[in-house]
């Protein structure tokens, strides 16, 4: 199965294999037809991605604080190395059905 996926380091789209879903209980699994994106929504996220470290700090000061906070609690090479990382998680554009 394809899926589209978005880096927020850098706004790069890419398509990537991903396994199909399946149930982890009780329930149904509902097949999409089709899907839409808000076009603001996807275009902010993709302008935000885009933006430089220090674009991304401005746009969001709360994110900024979480990260000062663990560096007062865990270190800096700890909130560095969480940073990095949340910015290596790929995200999926769109919502959920």
């Known amino acids: 199965m394809k899926q589209l996926v978005q ?7 890419t ?4 396994p199909p879903p399946h149930l982890a209980g009780p329930g149904v ?7 839409l994106i808000s076009a603001g929504t996807e275009r902010a996220f993709t302008d935000f991605a ?6 991304k700090a401005h746009a969001r000061p709360d994110l900024v604080k979480q990260v000062l ?8 090479i700890a909130a560095v ?4 990382d949340q910015l290596d998680r790929p995200v999926t554009p769109g919502y959920a059905c």
């Open 7 to 13: 880096s927020v380091r850098n706004g790069a789209v």
């Open 15 to 18: 398509v990537v294999d991903v």
């Open 29 to 35: 699994l509902v097949q999409t037809v089709v899907s």
């Open 50 to 55: 885009k933006s430089s470290a220090l674009g």
């Open 69 to 76: 906070q663990k560096v007062r609690r865990d270190g800096v």
């Open 81 to 84: 190395s969480a940073t990095l």
